[in-house]
């Protein structure tokens, strides 16, 4: 079991950055591969990056790739989500995830994740 604290959210203007972190208790931060997802008011929460245990694999959303970069630092328990080139579809609550299911892939499907942060605002202004 792993507890998750996002932070870093905030209202950004078009074309702006912001990077959010995820804060991970327990010493097992290690095994679990580690995602963001995102939802926006009347959408469904959709797949924004993931990461292998080790840091080595990467996938992206073909929406955010380019832009967005995920990466983790396992000494300190954190994951990251810089966010780059910000659009306002961008504009979404934002959650990192722990993913105690998937072995031989970087998932992006949510069944895989079983612990979740209680997610952080992302606005975009146009």
């Known amino acids: 079991q792993v507890q998750l604290v996002e932070s870093g959210g905030g209202l950004v203007q078009t074309g702006g950055s912001l990077r959010l972190s995820c804060a991970a208790s327990?010493?097992?931060?290690?095994?679990?591969?580690m995602g963001w997802f995102r939802q926006a008011p009347g959408k469904e929460r959709e797949f924004v990056a993931g990461?292998?245990?080790?840091?080595?694999?990467?996938r992206y959303a073909d929406s955010v790739k380019g832009r967005f970069t995920i990466s983790r630092d396992n000494a300190k328990n954190m994951v990251y989500l810089q966010m780059n080139s910000l659009k306002p579809e961008d504009t979404a609550v934002y959650s990192c995830?722990?993913?105690?299911?998937?072995?031989?892939?970087?998932?992006?499907?949510?069944?895989?994740?079983?612990?979740w942060g209680q997610g952080t605002q992302v606005t975009v202004s146009s």
């Open positions: 990461i292998s245990r080790s840091g080595g694999l990467t």
């Open positions: 327990g010493r097992t931060f290690s095994s679990y591969n």
């Open positions: 995830a722990a993913d105690s299911k998937s072995y031989w892939t970087v998932s992006t499907g949510l069944a895989s994740f079983d612990y």
